[in-house]
T-cell receptor, first 112, second 111 residues
Framework: GESVGLHLPTLSVQEGDNSIINCAYS??????FIWYKQESGKGPQFIIDIRSNMDKRQGQRVTVLLNKTVKHLSLQIAATQPGDSAVYFC???????????FGQGTELSVKP | DTAVSQTPKYLVTQMGNDKSIKCEQNLGHDTMYWYKQDSKKFLKIMFS???????INETVPNRFSPKSPDKAHLNLHINSLELGDSAVYFC??????????FGQGTRLTVV
């Protein structure tokens, strides 16, 4: 089946701390994973992606980790800033049917 | 230039009416999508088109009819609007099996 779950609906962190947002998926055949950021009143914005032939990928202040054994991925944000406050979604591309399925989202709040 | 643009941004209408939302992408992508986002922020895929051909219809009521006149456009027509159709509708585009780019959304309110 196809489902993408998120471990926490909300996450509150202090400015400057690191944030970790987790996601679980169900289909072991998935080979492409994406993290999106959605600010209030806007559409989801692509942050970083990873394919199944990798277990880690880094961007600017963000790192995505993929553990295919337990079907889990995470987004790490270093030195979290107030501008990082948003809802974060993991999305999984299912080759069968060619569709992008979103998790439920985690709302990240950054306290100054 | 906006990569994925959808109009209108806001739409308030009465139950029973028919309305359309338009979407255009200038990224040259082959695949376009419609997603519905409910009040709990859950993003659910509705339709996917690849080169004007429907490839995904996720058990959406047949009151919703997408139309793709060319691969840069995917419009959504909704007949006989119901209260439960109130949501934010997002259009997106991608090259197949790569990250999708989203429009700003259309907030539909049915009264």
């Amino acid at each position: 089946g196809e489902s993408v779950g998120l471990h926490l609906p909300t996450l509150s962190v202090q400015e400057g701390d690191n944030s970790i947002i987790n996601c679980a998926y169900s289909n072991s055949a998935s080979d492409y994973f994406i993290w999106y950021k959605q600010e209030s009143g806007k559409g989801p914005q692509f942050i970083i992606d990873i394919r199944s032939n990798m277990d880690k990928r880094q961007g600017q202040r963000v790192t995505v980790l993929l553990n295919k054994t337990v079907k889990h991925l995470s987004l790490q944000i270093a030195a979290t800033q107030p501008g990082d406050s948003a809802v974060y979604f993991c999305a999984v591309f299912y080759n069968q049917g060619g569709k992008l399925i979103f998790g439920q989202g985690t709302e990240l709040s950054v306290k100054p | 230039d906006t990569a994925v643009s959808q109009t209108p941004k806001y739409l308030v209408t009465q139950m029973g009416n028919d309305k359309s939302i338009k979407c255009e992408q200038n990224l040259g992508h082959d695949t376009m999508y419609w997603y519905k986002q409910d009040s709990k922020k859950f993003l659910k895929i509705m339709f996917s088109y690849n080169n004007k051909e429907l490839i995904i219809n996720e058990t959406v009521p047949n009151r919703f009819s997408p139309k793709s006149p060319d691969k840069a456009h995917l419009n959504l027509h909704i007949n006989s609007l119901e209260l439960g159709d109130s949501a934010v509708y997002f259009c997106a585009s991608s090259q197949r099996d790569s990250g999708a780019f989203f429009g700003q959304g259309t907030r539909l309110t049915v009264v």
